[in-house]
C-alpha cells in the first residue's frame, strides 16, 4: 500500500449505503445548538456512551466529535464540557462494533508522533474504524491556554501539511526514519504497530478558505463543506467545483456536509420545536461571544447582517437545517445525495431522545429511495 493510500472498505465505512450518515459535535455539552432549552444535550460520557452503541446497532455509519478545550460562555457555558476526542474515540471504538469514529486532532497542539500513535492504537482497538479530522485551529483563546502561538493563517496550513506528511509516513510501512522539514524536525521515527490492515485511517478535513480547501482536497479522503441554504443546486456547484479542486492533484475525494435535523411527525410539530429550542431559547450571550471571536459585530457586519449571522449560528452554528417529517427529512438529505454529496454529519438538539425517531423513519425512507443499506437491528433503542 503506498504511503498516502487507504483502503476502499474503509473509505466506504465497511458498507455499501451511497449516502453515508453520521452524528457530529455529542462530545461537547449542548452539541451544535446554542440553546437553553433544558433538554440540551448534556454530552456527558454515559450519554455518548448509551448514543454510540444506539447508532452502532441503528446502522449509522459515522461519529464526529468536535475538538473544543474551552466553551463559549453564555448563559450555558455552550460547548463549555467536552470530552477529548481521542481517548472518547478509544472508549467508543471498544464498545461499538461497526460504526467508524472520527477523532478531532490539532496539528500545532499534537506532537505527530504521540498523535500518529494514540491514532493507531484506537484503530487497534476498533479494528480498523478509527478516523482522523484534522485541524488547524482558528480560537486564539484555546490556543493561549497551551502556550502555543496561533500562526498566520496561510503558515498554518503550511505547518498542518509537514504534520500530516510526517503521519502518514509514522502509518506507513516506513521505519527509522528521518523528517527535516522547516517546521518539524525529528530523528529516528519508529511506530510499531502500524494501522490494521496494512491501510491508514481515513482522514477528514473541513478548511473554507481557498488554502483551506486546497490543503484538504490534497491530503484528505473526506471533505466537509458547507451546503447552501439556497438550493441543492447550488450544493451540486459546490461538490463538483471540490471534487475538480481533487482531479487536479489526481485524486477523488469524499465530499461530506453537515447538518441540523428537527424531525418529527409533522411538519408543524418540527417547525414548533425548532422555534422553541433556536429561536425562543436561543443563548444569544454565547453566539455573540462566537461571533465576535470571529470578528462578527454590528460594526463590522452592519445590524441586519448581524442578525442574520446571529439566527445562523444558534442554529448548529452554520449547519444546514432540516426542519420537518420524516418525508421532507427523507427528501432533503435524497437532494444532497442527488447533488453529489457522499454523506452528511448531523447534530439533534438531543441526540438520545431523538435518533429512535429519526432511524425508524427516515432511515427506511432512504433504504427504499436505494440510498442506504439495510444495516439497522431488530433492537436498537
Ligand atoms: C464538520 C466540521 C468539523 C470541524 N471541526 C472542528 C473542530 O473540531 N475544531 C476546530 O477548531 N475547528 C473545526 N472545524 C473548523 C474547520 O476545521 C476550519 O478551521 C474552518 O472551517 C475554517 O476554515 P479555514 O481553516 O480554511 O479558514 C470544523 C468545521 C467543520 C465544517
Request: proline share 4%; charged share 25%; glycine share 8%.
Given at each position: 500500500?503506498?504511503?498516502?493510500?487507504?483502503?476502499?472498505?474503509?473509505?466506504?465505512?465497511?458498507?455499501?449505503?451511497?449516502?453515508?450518515?453520521?452524528?457530529?459535535?455529542?462530545?461537547?455539552?449542548?452539541?451544535?445548538?446554542?440553546?437553553?432549552?433544558?433538554?440540551?444535550?448534556?454530552?456527558?460520557?454515559?450519554?455518548?456512551?448509551?448514543?454510540?452503541?444506539?447508532?452502532?446497532?441503528?446502522?449509522?455509519?459515522?461519529?464526529?466529535?468536535?475538538?473544543?478545550?474551552?466553551?463559549?460562555?453564555?448563559?450555558?457555558?455552550?460547548?463549555?464540557?467536552?470530552?477529548?476526542?481521542?481517548?472518547?474515540?478509544?472508549?467508543?471504538?471498544?464498545?461499538?462494533?461497526?460504526?467508524?469514529?472520527?477523532?478531532?486532532?490539532?496539528?500545532?497542539?499534537?506532537?505527530?508522533?504521540?498523535?500518529?500513535?494514540?491514532?493507531?492504537?484506537?484503530?487497534?482497538?476498533?479494528?480498523?474504524?478509527?478516523?482522523?479530522?484534522?485541524?488547524?485551529?482558528?480560537?486564539?483563546?484555546?490556543?493561549?491556554?497551551?502556550?502555543?502561538?496561533?500562526?498566520?493563517?496561510?503558515?498554518?496550513?503550511e505547518f498542518a501539511q509537514e504534520w500530516l506528511d510526517v503521519v502518514k509516513m509514522i502509518w506507513s510501512p516506513k521505519q527509522d526514519f528521518d523528517f527535516d522539514g522547516h517546521y518539524l524536525k525529528l530523528k529516528g521515527i519508529r511506530c510499531k504497530p502500524k494501522p490494521?490492515?496494512d491501510s491508514r485511517p481515513l482522514i477528514m478535513n473541513a478548511g473554507a478558505s481557498a488554502t483551506g480547501r486546497a490543503f484538504a482536497v490534497k491530503n484528505c479522503d473526506a471533505f466537509f463543506l458547507q451546503a447552501s441554504r439556497v438550493s441543492a443546486e447550488e450544493t451540486?456547484?459546490?461538490?463538483?467545483?471540490?471534487?475538480?479542486?481533487?482531479?487536479?492533484?489526481?485524486?477523488?475525494?469524499?465530499?461530506?456536509?453537515?447538518?441540523?435535523?428537527?424531525?418529527?411527525?409533522?411538519?408543524?410539530?418540527?417547525?414548533?420545536?425548532?422555534?422553541?429550542?433556536?429561536?425562543?431559547?436561543?443563548?444569544?450571550?454565547?453566539?455573540?461571544?462566537?461571533?465576535?471571536?470571529?470578528?462578527?459585530?454590528?460594526?463590522?457586519?452592519?445590524?441586519?447582517?448581524?442578525?442574520?449571522?446571529?439566527?445562523?449560528?444558534?442554529?448548529?452554528?452554520?449547519?444546514?437545517?432540516?426542519?420537518?417529517?420524516?418525508?421532507?427529512?427523507?427528501?432533503?438529505?435524497?437532494?444532497?445525495?442527488?447533488?453529489?454529496?457522499?454523506?452528511?454529519?448531523?447534530?439533534?438538539?438531543?441526540?438520545?431522545?431523538?435518533?429512535?425517531?429519526?432511524?425508524?423513519?427516515?432511515?427506511?425512507?432512504?433504504?427504499?429511495?436505494?440510498?442506504?443499506?439495510?444495516?439497522?437491528?431488530?433492537?436498537?433503542?
Amino acid at each position: 500500500m503506498p504511503v498516502d493510500a487507504t483502503a476502499p472498505e474503509r473509505l466506504a465505512m465497511y458498507n455499501t449505503s451511497r449516502l453515508k450518515i453520521g452524528l457530529f459535535g455529542p462530545n461537547c455539552s449542548s452539541g451544535r445548538a446554542v440553546t437553553m432549552a433544558p433538554e440540551r444535550w448534556s454530552g456527558s460520557w454515559p450519554d455518548n456512551l448509551k448514543l454510540a452503541q444506539m447508532a452502532d446497532a441503528a446502522g449509522i455509519d459515522f461519529l464526529l466529535p468536535i475538538a473544543r478545550w474551552k466553551g463559549y460562555g453564555g448563559d450555558t457555558d455552550y460547548q463549555g464540557e467536552t470530552l477529548e476526542t481521542l481517548t472518547w474515540a478509544s472508549g467508543l471504538l471498544a464498545s461499538t462494533k461497526r460504526i467508524t469514529v472520527f477523532g478531532t486532532v490539532h496539528a500545532p497542539l499534537f506532537n505527530p508522533v504521540i498523535a500518529a500513535k494514540e491514532i493507531v492504537t484506537a484503530d487497534h482497538i476498533g479494528q480498523g474504524r478509527m478516523g482522523l479530522n484534522l485541524v488547524v485551529g482558528w480560537n486564539e483563546g484555546e490556543f493561549e491556554m497551551f502556550g502555543v502561538e496561533q500562526r498566520e493563517h496561510e503558515k498554518r496550513y503550511e505547518f498542518a501539511q509537514e504534520w500530516l506528511d510526517v503521519v502518514k509516513m509514522i502509518w506507513s510501512p516506513k521505519q527509522d526514519f528521518d523528517f527535516d522539514g522547516h517546521y518539524l524536525k525529528l530523528k529516528g521515527i519508529r511506530c510499531k504497530p502500524k494501522p490494521v490492515g496494512d491501510s491508514r485511517p481515513l482522514i477528514m478535513n473541513a478548511g473554507a478558505s481557498a488554502t483551506g480547501r486546497a490543503f484538504a482536497v490534497k491530503n484528505c479522503d473526506a471533505f466537509f463543506l458547507q451546503a447552501s441554504r439556497v438550493s441543492a443546486e447550488e450544493t451540486a456547484g459546490f461538490v463538483k467545483k471540490a471534487r475538480e479542486l481533487a482531479k487536479e492533484h489526481d485524486r477523488e475525494i469524499g465530499v461530506y456536509t453537515v447538518g441540523v435535523v428537527t424531525c418529527r411527525r409533522t411538519q408543524k410539530e418540527a417547525e414548533e420545536y425548532h422555534r422553541h429550542t433556536i429561536i425562543e431559547n436561543a443563548d444569544f450571550s454565547a453566539i455573540d461571544s462566537i461571533l465576535a471571536m470571529k470578528n462578527i459585530t454590528p460594526q463590522t457586519k452592519g445590524m441586519e447582517e448581524f442578525e442574520r449571522q446571529r439566527r445562523f449560528y444558534a442554529n448548529g452554528m452554520g449547519g444546514l437545517p432540516v426542519v420537518g417529517d420524516a418525508d421532507f427529512v427523507a427528501k432533503t438529505l435524497a437532494d444532497l445525495s442527488a447533488a453529489g454529496v457522499t454523506g452528511i454529519g448531523i447534530s439533534l438538539i438531543n441526540y438520545l431522545d431523538e435518533l429512535p425517531f429519526f432511524c425508524d423513519e427516515v432511515l427506511p425512507r432512504l433504504e427504499r429511495l436505494g440510498l442506504r443499506e439495510r444495516r439497522r437491528q431488530a433492537q436498537y433503542a
